[in-house]
């Protein structure tokens, strides 16, 4: 089973429109409305993929509540004080987003969640997204030594680096995110990570290993970016729980998060795009980093 973690989940909103223009009103298409955060995405698609998945986190409010109800999957999440946000996203031929901080969690909260997330038990761990006023910038670090099995993160900032000395599996940054670390896929290792992979939408994903790493690059695809790195730590986290070999795991991500981008909203992907992808991995020398 893989447990997915979203401490900060949201409702996501989606507004198509035809063209958005700073300033004008617009008369947008009928809204989608559905469970959001990136860990509840990576559930989505791991459920599609018939993985046997469980989904925990923090919800609250009447907000957490429709969330809550539009869960896809079985779910563990602990009720807090706290209104769950929304988040908009305003599609057209690109995709703006509208992310909202999310709710104050209280150290009770925090605590509550500790013992809740202690009696899980899982094949792989996804911790995923940012997290919510109140939390240290080290509660994925303390979650990460929690976890009786290998942790994939994908969190940017301080989040990340302060989750890194607890030694995930694998980090999942974006290539701005990378960059806003200051350091290199390298250093994040010598920081702790096991394994770093680096997402650059179009331009690819490579990921880095101790002995090198593996790079792909997916097929021409146009829509909605938004979930495409959710579907990539979907692919790994499968991966990881059936062992994988590193070329056909990235070649996998790669296939999964082109999928994603032509599905209308994030959590979703093309299944026909996704089996007719060919990806070829090719490997990064270690002197790469």
């Not at 989606?14 to 959001?36: E, I, K, S």
């Not at 559930?43 to 809550?68: K, Q, S």
């Not at 806003?180 to 390298?186: D, I, N, V």
């Not at 490579?206 to 146009?222: C, I, N, Q, S, Y």
């Amino acid at each position: 089973m893989i447990l997915t973690v979203t401490l900060n989940a949201a409702l996501d909103v989606t507004y198509p429109v035809d063209r958005l223009v700073p300033g004008a009103v617009h008369r947008v298409g009928p809204p989608r409305r559905r469970a959001g955060g990136k860990g509840v995405n990576v559930a989505r698609v791991l459920a599609a993929l018939g993985e046997e998945v469980l989904a925990t986190g923090f919800a609250g409010g009447a907000t957490g509540a429709a969330f809550l109800a539009d869960l896809p999957v079985p779910s563990a999440f602990v009720q807090i004080g706290g209104e769950t946000r929304c988040t908009l996203t305003v599609l057209d031929a690109e995709a703006t987003l509208f992310n909202e901080p999310g709710p104050l969690v209280t150290e009770p909260e925090w605590q509550a969640f500790l013992t809740r997330f202690r009696t899980l038990r899982a094949d792989v761990v996804v911790l995923s997204g940012s997290l919510p006023p109140g939390l240290p910038d080290d509660a994925y670090a303390r979650l990460i030594e929690a976890a009786d099995a290998p942790v994939i993160l994908d969190a940017d900032g301080p989040a990340l680096l302060h989750g890194l000395p607890a030694r995930p599996a694998l980090v999942k940054p974006n290539a701005q995110e990378l960059r806003a670390t200051g350091r290199t896929p390298a250093q994040l290792r010598a920081l702790g990570a096991q394994a770093v992979a680096v997402s650059d939408g179009p331009r690819g994903l490579a990921v880095h290993l101790a002995d090198g790493g593996w790079r792909a690059t997916p097929p021409e695809t146009h829509g909605n970016p938004t979930g495409a790195g959710d579907a990539a730590v979907a692919a790994f986290a499968r991966g990881l729980r059936r062992g994988t070999p590193w070329p056909e795991l990235v070649a996998d991500a790669v296939a999964l998060s082109a999928a994603a981008v032509a599905a209308p909203v994030a959590g979703d992907f093309d299944a026909d795009r996704y089996t007719a992808a060919e990806i070829r991995p090719t490997p990064l020398p270690k002197e790469h980093e």
